[in-house]
Nanobody, 124 residues
Framework: QVQLVESGGGLVQAGGSLRLSCVASGRTFRTYVMGWFRQAPGKVREFVAGISRSGDSTYYADSMKGRVTISRDNAKNTVYLQMNSLKPEDTAVYFC?????????????????WGQGTQVTVSS
């Protein structure tokens, strides 16, 4: 069992930046592919970014490509999402998720464990 706890969300003006963190419990963090998803009010949850077990491979959704960077520190059991040039349409609850299977998946059904989410609000 893996428990994930996100932090770093908040209120930011358009054009601003935030760095989200997700800390995982347990000693097996490095065996999971990690992903970030988001869910805006009234919309389905969507993939934002994913990172391989070792951190040497990443994948981004087109919606945020060029404005976000995913990274991980396996020694700290933590995955990060650096978000820059934020827009009001980026307002959502952001979730991190862990996938036991190899390869970066974009479908939420592939992920085994989820955090509770952290709210990001971008004002215009």
């Amino acid at each position: 069992q893996v428990q994930l706890v996100e932090s770093g969300g908040g209120l930011v003006q358009a054009g601003g930046s935030l760095r989200l963190s997700c800390v995982a419990s347990g000693r097996t963090f490095r065996t999971y592919v990690m992903g970030w998803f988001r869910q805006a009010p009234g919309k389905v949850r969507e993939f934002v970014a994913g990172i391989s077990r070792s951190g040497d491979s990443t994948y981004y959704a087109d919606s945020m490509k060029g404005r976000v960077t995913i990274s991980r520190d396996n020694a700290k059991n933590t995955v990060y999402l650096q978000m820059n040039s934020l827009k009001p349409e980026d307002t959502a609850v952001y979730f991190c998720a862990a996938d036991w299977n190899p390869g970066i998946a974009t479908l939420e059904g592939r992920y085994d464990y989820w955090g509770q989410g952290t709210q990001v609000t971008v004002s215009s």
